[in-house]
């Protein structure tokens, strides 16, 4: 599902694409030679043969030729019965919705031909498809170009109810090429690209239903880490949540016409959501809906006002929870931290415990553009939204008397707002610090009972602190008899991988010489595996059309593996 372009120059005489010539005729089995992109392609390959297995009326389906020719007759004819399912769904569904909604793609395009191409290849796991704007153009321009209108989907989604969405997503980037690279000359930012192909599954309906939904799956990779940068783009899981969620909350509160009309114009990335926004009239900007934004993901209450709730009923129920500082019941407190942010991500802290008055201090650095609404919870459950006025240095505070009495909670939201990077580039990180101080104490009368609790609460953390660590031991001896996930490059302190680290280990010096029993899969454990998929390739690779290893522990290497640990 992600979008791979490259920054070229329009500045070419558009003669040149009648070079493209005449489409020749495509008939069921012909074979082509395509070249894909080895960053997503499971085997790394940078060209692959494919044969046409299906044409219908707004689309060619090809698919791997090695892989396809690898698959029993019955198989073919599922396959063939599922690109039946999709065609209809593309011609009768996404296609006349999505260009309804977001104008034509390029038609017929640098082919000649009205249909899209979708080249089905065996991709890195959890790649559902992308896009390359390299194919619109000719070889002569880019000779790593198709010359076709197409986008690529992976092998591994036959069968799967979500190919339909990724088929759509990679679509609406084949809409935005015409819409804003080719008429106007310039390429959106990517996270706003993802976005707009991300929201065609609610577009489309898909989303109604949550359960098992693309939207479902996004607020789950949310919750799990929503201090995502927005608008920093690296094609995690992460980038994908904040953005679809983002999304949501900006069509909800101010129509579709948002994304339509940012795609349509001269303007890219936050520039562009501006320039809709004045078009439906909107006094608010982009800072104001993005803080407006953190605000919501936290809250989530429309009673309090609907700046500051999801409205579509599938996210009525999302609540962050924020970073927690308990603050110690008794005596004079203070805490002082210092933390680093990248520009348009949301940080969530909260502080409980404590009594007496308390301040907050906080600071960053002068000429930067921070945001920094806070919200008070009071002893009846009652809250209410507030927001630090930052003085010329970037520096103010936050008082809140009688805290951990009449005031029960403070949870601050800073956010940096400053445009001080292109946004397709890593962002860089910018410290912010705050200290919080909470003067006085509890009664005399309470101290002893105050402590005794504070005890028990330390003892109490040490039991858990044994009782997992027993758990972790359990966890370990079980993973190591099977492993039940998929492993892969990035993972980091993981019991699993250290498991996988001492299988291969065990395989002997010509798979896993360096025999490191770490938990991070790293460089040298991922060419361990692919050593080791290649001695038994005949289990793990040719099956599924490989001859290299790829170095991810998927299902056909845990097969093995786990044949080899049962002592098969």
Known sequence: MKFFNYKIIFGICAGLFLLAGNVLAANYGDVANFNVDKNFDASARTQISATLVKTANNIYFYIDKIWWDLQPQAKQAEILADLDNLSLEFDNKIYPTLTSVFGQEWKPGVDGDNRTTVLFEAMNSNEGGYFRTTDEYLKLQLPN???????????????????????????????????????????????????????????????????????????????????????????????????????????????INILIDSLKSKYAGIDSINYALQKVASKDTFKQIFTNWTIASVLNDCSASQRYCYLNQNLKNIRLAPSLNFLPL?????????????????????????????????????????????????????YAVKFLTLDKDEKGEITVDKFGSDYKSLIIIPSLQ?????????????????????????????QALIQQLLDRIAALKQEIARIQGQKDAFDSQNFCSQLN????????????????????????????????VTGNFGNLTRTAVIRFQEKYAGDILIPVGLFKGTGYVGSQTRIKINQILSGG
Not at 357 to 367: I, P, Q, R, V
Request: with cysteine; hydrophobic share 35%.
């Open 145 to 255: 170009s198709n010359e076709r209108e197409m986008v690529y989907l992976s092998l591994d989604h036959f069968g799967d109810s979500q190919l339909k969405i990724f088929l759509a997503h990679e679509f609406v980037h084949l809409i935005t090429f015409n819409q804003k690279n080719k008429i106007f000359g310039i390429e959106d930012d990517t996270w706003l690209n993802e976005a707009r192909a991300d929201y065609a599954s609610t577009i489309l309906g898909y989303d109604d239903k949550y359960d098992g939904s693309n939207l479902q799956r996004r607020v789950s990779d949310f919750i799990e880490n929503p201090s995502d940068s927005l608008t920093e783009w690296v094609g995690s899981k992460y980038d994908y949540a904040s953005v679809s969620l983002f999304t949501h909350y900006l069509v909800d509160h101010y129509g």
């Open 418 to 446: 400053s445009d001080v990077y292109k946004s397709d580039d890593l962002a860089p990180t910018y410290p912010f610090s705050y200290t919080v101080s909470v003067t006085g104490s509890a009664p005399v009368g309470d």
């Open 330 to 382: 008794t005596g004079n407190v203070s805490l002082s931290v210092t933390n680093v942010t990248k520009s348009w991500t949301g940080d969530w802290l909260k502080f409980i415990g404590g009594n007496g008055n308390l301040k907050l201090d906080f600071s960053s650095l002068k000429g930067l553009d921070f945001q920094v609404p806070y919200i008070v919870g009071d002893s009846a459950g009652s």
């Open 485 to 516: 996930e998929n492993l892969y490059f990035g993972l980091a302190d993981k019991t699993s991988v250290r498991c996988l680290q001492e299988f291969l280990k065990n395989q002997g010096t010509d798979i896993y010489p360096e025999g490191f």
